[in-house]
């Protein structure tokens, strides 16, 4: 999956959006995942100790600033939702 | 006389919670903890502000699940008037829970989204306690000319992640009748109860 990698408004976290348009099912995903919050429009999940917000277009966020990281979850978390 | 300081960990409000102190009214700072949308690092913010201003507790109040349960079931766009909303009317019954007569807030006009004129007339309908606003009118460098000054500048400017219960395009003309007809769909007295009943007392 081709991904792009920005800084959030806050500058304390990294949103990973892929660059093909998808739409996730998030309710019908959410079981795969030790979820905090599911809505159709957002998963908030643990995940390695940080909070990690999934929404439906695809995009992901992961509060750090280390980019090989952000990258390493977001592969995993879209192996499980794409 | 006593008033709720509703309490974020931005710029705004600890600078609102200053000039009402200086003026005499005896204050308490009330924070609402919107986690897992905003993280441990924002409610230190607010805490760390809290105790900067010389408070000694601060109420913190758990205002995530009730974020969730419109996000569920509602227009997203209302997402931050709603939020509003429901913090003022926790805030009335904390009020009234904690011999409070007042709720003063940092609100800005047109500062944010949720702050537009027609955005502040359809949250202050959710109550009926008066609401103190004293920045009101004043400008971003006012404000932050303050902040700087009593010293809470550079914790409201930490770099903390934002909070992700805002959606992308956030209503900037919100009314009554549209949010009304948004909260039948959901039980907002349960959720006024439910926070009210989880907030808790945190000493600095």
Redesign the interface.
């Given at each position: 999956m081709d991904f792009e990698i920005r800084k959030c408004k806050g500058k304390a976290a990294l949103t990973i959006n892929p660059k093909k348009k998808v739409r996730i099912d998030l309710l019908e995903k959410a079981k795969e995942f030790d979820c905090l919050v599911e809505t159709p429009v957002m998963l908030i999940i643990k995940y390695e100790d940080m909070i990690i917000n999934i929404y439906e277009n695809g995009k992901v966020r992961v509060p750090t600033l280390d980019e090989e990281k952000a990258k390493k979850i977001a592969e995993e978390i879209y192996k499980v939702i794409l | 006389m006593k008033a709720l300081l509703l309490l974020s960990g931005g710029i705004d409000s600890p600078v609102a919670g200053f000039l009402m102190k200086k003026k005499g009214l005896d204050l308490l700072p009330v924070y609402f903890d919107n986690y897992?949308?905003s993280?441990e690092?924002t409610k230190q913010r607010a805490l760390d502000n809290a105790k900067k201003l010389d408070f000694e507790e601060v109420l913190v109040v758990p205002h995530?699940g009730t974020l969730?349960e419109f996000?569920?079931s509602c227009n997203?766009k209302y997402q931050c008037v709603f939020c509003r909303r429901m913090m003022l009317r926790v805030a009335e019954c904390l009020a009234e829970k904690h011999g409070a007569k007042a709720l003063v807030t940092g609100e800005n006009l047109a500062q944010v989204a949720s702050q537009t004129l027609h955005n502040l007339l359809a949250e202050f309908k959710a109550v009926r306690i008066p609401i103190i606003r004293p920045l009101i009118g004043f400008d971003k460098e006012e404000i932050i000319r303050i902040a700087k000054k009593i010293g809470t500048y550079e914790i409201s400017t930490r770099?903390?992640?934002?909070c992700?219960a805002v959606p992308r395009k956030p209503a900037t003309t919100a009314t009554e009748e549209a949010l009304l007809g948004e909260e039948e769909k959901i039980s907002v007295e349960e959720l006024v109860e439910k926070e009210v009943e989880g907030s808790r007392i945190v000493r600095l």
């Open positions: - | 897992p949308f993280l690092e995530g969730a996000m569920r997203r770099p903390v992640p934002c992700t």
